[in-house]
């Protein structure tokens, strides 16, 4: 499988983006697309995720009430709607796919999309 991640860019505190994830090949049910992010001179950390197949989803305290995560099983991709950005989210943003179940942790995760970058300004 491999992901591509897009829909990065400027935008003040405040506003909104949306992120995408194409994904190409084969997403099982039991898959879990994740949404991790990597700020300058940090650790990537997790910022929510969903099962592929009922579609639950899960984030970090950091996000929770302000992103919000989707899929469309039709067309392979996954969404990262971001509302009420705070310069603190500014970071590059990575899709990633879990084949083995929900995991809060990267190297769980066996295929990365490139990272798109989110800007936040003050």
């Known amino acids: 499988v491999q992901l591509q991640a897009s829909g990065g860019g400027l935008v003040q505190a405040g506003g909104s983006l949306r992120l995408s994830c194409t994904a190409s090949?084969?997403?099982?049910?039991?898959?879990?697309m994740g949404w991790f992010r990597q700020a300058p001179g940090k650790e990537r950390e997790f910022v929510g995720a969903?099962?592929?197949?009922?579609?639950?989803?899960y984030y970090a305290d950091s996000v929770k009430g302000r992103f919000t995560i989707s899929r469309n099983k039709t067309e392979n991709m996954v969404y990262l709607q971001m509302n009420s950005l705070k310069p603190e989210d500014t970071a590059v943003y990575y899709c990633a796919l879990d084949r083995r179940g929900l995991s809060t942790k990267d190297y769980d995760y066996d295929h990365w999309g490139q990272g798109t970058l989110v800007t936040v300004s003050s």
């Open positions: 969903i099962r592929w197949g009922v579609g639950n989803t």
């Open positions: 090949g084969r997403i099982f049910s039991s898959h879990v």
